[in-house]
């Protein structure tokens, strides 16, 4: 395995950020996860840690999805970038700009007064969930990702070698950067905050993200069985089609219970409802490609790349539908039934998607013919395992809250504190499960093929 | 299907949601100022501490943010204003067990982020979060309730309150209160709280008239 161009090798310095930030995010969410049991356990408070928590895993899987495409766009286009020291410097512009922004979560967790309105801005902290980052880093932001916008379209028409998979890539890159602007002015009204708040966490994770994953999937399935290109991008056409087709309209239903019109009841419920189909039709299109391989050529790249598919499906599509309907949502909204959804759909369709990703092109990177994937499997089933009874435990809390407070009338405080307290503790214990599974990737990621193979190699597993 | 129908199928279809998904924001946006009350200079006020403080990073409201502690949205329709005034200013000087920290929080955000809440509980949610099923039944089903224990409903104590499990965390617990005081202690206690507890965050029902009070204290001596 070798790259085709030298410029690609840059995708190596944004795996290393998004790496070290994923180490970030899970340990900072087992401090959160302690603090359900006792909460003022450490220095910084729990919004704090959980602002970390939520950021740091938005902004490792941005960066991610940034390295991967510079490879993928040089890969695809047959041609250098455009401007390798752009992304360098655009590369290095986002480190700073996100360590500025974690010191000023820190320094307002040390001493929230430090947040006061400058000009009627909240100079360290928005205060609005996953965009908490102020608005001068919003600002920040937006260059960074136009100058990466800008090399990669310069590098698609150096060849003007349009192909499918980086055209929907790109197409889903640029809707996720237009899907920021909703989130970047103030209205007075809550609602309005909210709806459009939901703009820009929907139509990411619901949408362009997804868009993203489509093309990825493609490109995975592509490299790994080299399996043929018109039959993957037809089939990635109508995946990512039907997530638009149900996806935006479905943004409704987070319009059910904030102040907005009945009819989003409808229009959230009924497209909301379809929004595992495309899901579900991905699983599909890995396993068919899957068998039909020929020529495997990366073991532990194709396994993540269907562990994605399928975890996609799972967390994003089924741990969604269980609570879409208004029905359910009208008892489950603003529960831990959400918060179980938004883990194991994060790390299904996004976590595994861009680890699948560094699998599929880092051993190119660095030039390696083969290499030892024992730590990539076991890493993957400390991750995957330990997440599921992650989820298991929110599940189970999210029912218990539901019918304590929510159907009996019983208090937030006492449901929290008393009869969920079990919960708390053994998600603890599994988020510690998660955090060697993360140790043992991050140390795959830094040795990979830097080690000579083992003379026997080892079993293969099934993928 | 060919590459090249299934790649005009995704752009046109995708394009074709999306503009009815601007229709139905466009229309959205003109009907929301009419189901929520007026934005006052304070209201928004509260909004801003509500974001300086990051209050989302715990709470949630609307049923969003950070399911970590209670929804605020009915927050200020379920609870008194002086309570919450002292707690939010300093919530383990009012209720030891308490988990919010504090923040330093002056008298005058607090009295913003009082008229926000106040707005958000006034906002047309279609009618979320939902009435609990059991605990309606429990009030109306089997025997008849005492006079004391319909002044307790009317006066939404339950918010605050718990009684066999039943009801908030906010103040204490009421489920022996009959056992701990006596009758004098409790009507005064009902009149003006501060009286007999310097620090109380519970406004006095003086005005609910002796015949009320005297219910109520029958109620809670009835409570060991």
């Known amino acids: ?463 | 299907m060919s590459n090249k129908a299934a790649r005009n199928l995704f752009i046109i279809g995708s394009l074709f949601f999306f503009v009815i998904f601007l229709v139905l924001t466009f229309d959205t946006m003109g009907k929301l100022d009419k189901r929520a009350p007026v934005i006052t200079e304070e209201v928004n006020a509260g909004k801003m501490t509500w974001h300086k403080y990051d209050c989302i990073g715990c709470h949630t409201i609307f049923g969003n943010g950070s399911y970590f502690a209670p929804d605020l949205t009915k927050t200020a329709e379920n609870k008194p204003k002086g309570y919450l005034k002292q707690f939010l200013m300093d919530p383990k000087a009012v209720n030891a067990k308490a988990a919010m920290p504090k923040f330093g929080i002056s008298a005058q955000e607090a009295d913003h982020l009082i008229a926000f809440l106040e707005w958000t509980s006034k906002v047309d949610t279609n009618g979320w979060p939902p009435k609990p099923i059991l605990a309606a039944a429990a009030g109306v089903g089997g025997k008849e309730l005492s006079a004391g224990q319909r002044v307790y409903q009317a006066q939404g104590c339950t918010n605050c309150h718990m009684i066999n499990g039943i009801g908030g965390t906010t103040g204490p617990d009421l489920t022996k209160v009959g056992s701990r005081r006596d009758r004098k202690w409790l009507h005064e206690h009902f009149e003006e709280p501060q009286k007999v507890v310097p620090n109380s965050a519970m406004p006095g029902y003086k005005h609910l008239g002796d015949q009320a009070l005297n219910d109520l204290t029958e109620y809670m001596l009835t409570l060991k």
């Not at chain 1, 809550?190 to 993203?212: R, T």
């Open chain 1, 1 to 463: 395995m070798t790259i085709k161009y030298e410029s690609q090798k840059i995708a190596q310095h944004f795996y290393t950020f998004a790496v070290l930030l994923f180490l970030v995010q899970v340990l900072v969410g087992i401090i959160a996860a302690i603090q359900f049991i006792k909460p003022d356990v450490f220095i910084l408070n729990f919004n704090i840690i959980r602002s970390l928590h939520i950021n740091a895993l938005v902004v490792w899987l941005l960066v991610g999805f940034m390295g991967v495409t510079y490879y993928v766009i040089s890969d695809e286009s047959d041609t250098e970038l455009w401007s390798l020291p752009l992304a360098k410097f655009q590369f290095w512009a986002t480190v700073v700009t996100i360590t500025l922004v974690v010191l000023g979560y820190i320094w307002m967790g040390i001493s929230p007064q430090a947040n006061s309105p400058i000009n009627g801005i909240n100079p360290l902290n928005e205060g609005r969930e996953y965009i908490e980052a102020p608005r001068w880093a919003d600002y920040l932001i937006v260059v960074s990702v136009l100058l990466f916008l800008l090399n990669c379209f310069m590098t698609v028409l150096k060849t003007k070698k349009w192909t499918g998979i980086q055209g929907v890539l790109l197409g889903g890159l640029v809707f996720l950067a237009l899907m920021y602007l909703p989130g970047l002015f103030y209205t007075k009204s809550m609602v309005k905050d909210q709806f459009w708040w939901w703009w820009v966490v929907h139509l990411w994770v619901e949408g362009s993200w997804e868009i993203i994953a489509g093309a990825l999937l493609a490109f995975m399935l592509m490299k790994t069985t080299g399996a043929k290109r018109e039959v993957l991008e037809k089939w990635m056409y109508i995946e990512v089609g039907l997530v638009l087709f149900t996806g935006i309209l479905g943004t409704g239903h987070h319009y059910y219970w904030i102040g907005t019109p009945k009819y989003w009841l409808w229009v959230g419920g009924i497209f909301s409802s379809l929004e595992p189909i495309p899901l579900l039709l991905m699983v599909w299109d890995a396993f068919r490609t899957t068998r039909e391989a020929r020529n495997v050529t990366n073991r532990p790249g194709l396994f993540y790349t269907v562990a994605h598919a399928i975890f996609n499906f799972v967390g994003a599509g089924l741990w969604g539908i269980i609570h879409t309907l208004p029905q359910v949502n009208k008892w489950t909204h603003g529960t831990q039934v959400t918060t179980a959804h938004g883990h194991l759909a994060f790390y299904g369709a996004y976590v595994l998607l861009v680890i699948s990703m560094i699998y599929v092109t880092l051993p190119s990177i660095r030039g390696v013919k083969e290499y030892n994937p024992s730590r990539a499997y076991l890493s993957f089933w400390w991750m995957t395992i330990s997440m599921v009874f992650i989820v298991l435990t929110i599940t189970g809390a999210g029912m218990v809250q539901t019918y304590m407070e929510r159907l009996m009338g019983l208090d937030y405080v006492a449901v929290k504190t008393t009869y969920n307290l079990w919960f708390w503790i053994l998600r603890a214990i599994f988020g510690v499960g998660f955090l060697i599974g993360v140790g043992i990737f991050v140390v795959d990621f830094f040795k990979l093929g830097k080690e000579p193979m083992p003379v026997v190699s080892p079993a293969p597993e099934k993928a």
